[in-house]
């Protein structure tokens, strides 16, 4: 099986600029989360969609928003940009139909934005 | 709630050494616990996971990790490191919940391994 697979893998962006990251998991998972990776706050967790709905999310303001579509994949926007919001951002997906994290979660490589 | 403290930000071990890599965590309940590695310019990869009674847990490359209730304790452990282990790793703990997604993780702790 493939797995979780992002795009782009590198952006570069300005200032008040908006950008869109795509997320496809691993086929047959239904449950995709993204994560921001900084080396200041670490790893935090963005939100988590399932079946098109989203089913949690972190404490990030409403520039960031994502999205699922019918196939599973996710995308995730971030709007008017901030030099804060370079960072990796990170998709897992499993099959969220069970367990809670119990499921083992698979992470992608990563698209790693930087705003200048 | 949940928070994870990574003992040490940086550990370096010669090759062929013990890794222990320290992880203490905080829950009102049990909580779901992980270990994850990270190399260079790369996602996250599960090492193992502690989500049922047993308390020792075997992973992948070796690793394992002792659940100790009583010490609030996640600590990993190699009985021999080897230079490919040299990477980030992250312990993390989420909710023992069916409706559960979030993953909260700790610092992180980069291993260097010493020829």
């Known amino acids: 099986k493939a797995g979780v697979t992002q795009t782009p893998r590198y952006l570069i962006k300005t200032r008040g600029q908006q950008v869109t990251l795509s997320c496809s998991p691993i086929?047959?998972?239904?449950?995709v989360s993204w994560y921001q990776q900084t080396p200041g706050q670490g790893l935090q967790f963005l939100f988590e969609y399932f079946s098109e709905t989203q089913r949690n999310k972190g404490n990030f303001p409403g520039r960031f928003s994502g999205r699922q579509f019918s196939n599973s994949r996710s995308e995730m926007n971030v709007s008017t940009l901030e030099l804060g919001d370079s960072a990796l951002y990170l998709c897992?997906?499993?099959?969220?139909?069970?367990?809670?994290?119990?499921?083992?979660?698979?992470f992608g490589p990563g698209t790693r934005l930087l705003v200048l | 709630a949940q928070s994870v403290t990574q003992l040490g930000s940086h550990v370096s071990v010669s090759e062929g050494a013990l890794v222990l890599l320290r992880c203490n965590y905080s829950s009102s309940v049990p909580p779901y616990l992980f270990w994850y590695v990270q190399y260079p310019n790369q996602g996250l990869q599960l090492l193992l996971k502690y989500t049922s009674a047993a308390t020792l847990v075997k992973g992948i490359n070796g690793f394992e990790a002792e659940f100790k209730k009583s010490e609030t304790s996640f600590h990993l452990t190699k009985p021999s490191a080897h230079m490919s282990d040299a990477a980030e790793y992250f312990c993390a703990v989420s909710e023992r919940r069916s409706s559960a997604s979030k993953i909260i993780f700790g610092s992180g702790t980069r291993l260097s391994i010493r020829p």
């Open positions: 086929s047959g998972h239904r449950s």
């Open positions: 897992a997906s499993r099959p969220g139909t069970s367990g809670g994290l119990q499921e083992t979660q698979y």
